[in-house]
């Protein structure tokens, strides 16, 4: 079985910075992808940004574009992300996903489809 922890969550001011952390534990597996989602109470989870675990190339909701930098520690198995200048529009649930199958582009990681495991999810909540 494998697991995904998120943690790093919490309540920030706008403006401020929350880095998350995303660690697998369980029996090893080998990953194409992790992707970052976020949802708000009452509406669909969408999308935040997603990186390539061996190439390290990424990809980002225009949303986080500019603010939000996903990364990957191969050796801890463990991923990041940083999140700056944090509006209080990002306030959400983030969840962590990893991803066994190959997808012919990294754009295709911004769906929900190729995720195989799923974390608990963290609040982070923005206040103005």
């Known amino acids: 079985q494998v697991q995904l922890g998120e943690s790093g969550g919490g309540s920030v001011q706008a403006g401020g910075s929350v880095r998350l952390s995303c660690a697998a534990s369980?029996?090893?597996?080998?990953?194409?992808?992790m992707g970052w989602f976020r949802q708000v109470r009452g509406k669909e989870r969408e999308f935040v940004a997603a990186?390539?675990?061996?190439?390290?190339?990424?990809y980002y909701d225009d949303s986080a574009k500019g603010r939000f930098t996903i990364s990957r520690d191969n050796a801890k198995n463990t991923g990041y992300l940083q999140m700056n200048s944090l509006k209080p529009e990002d306030t959400a649930v983030y969840y962590c996903?990893?991803?066994?199958?190959?997808?012919?582009?990294?754009?295709?990681?911004?769906?929900?489809?190729?995720?195989?495991?799923w974390g608990q999810g963290t609040q982070v909540t923005v206040s103005p």
């Open positions: 996903a990893a991803a066994t199958r190959f997808r012919p582009r990294i754009s295709d990681y911004g769906l929900e489809s190729p995720y195989d495991y």
């Open positions: 369980g029996r090893s597996f080998s990953r194409y992808a």
């Open positions: 990186i390539l675990w061996i190439e390290g190339h990424t």
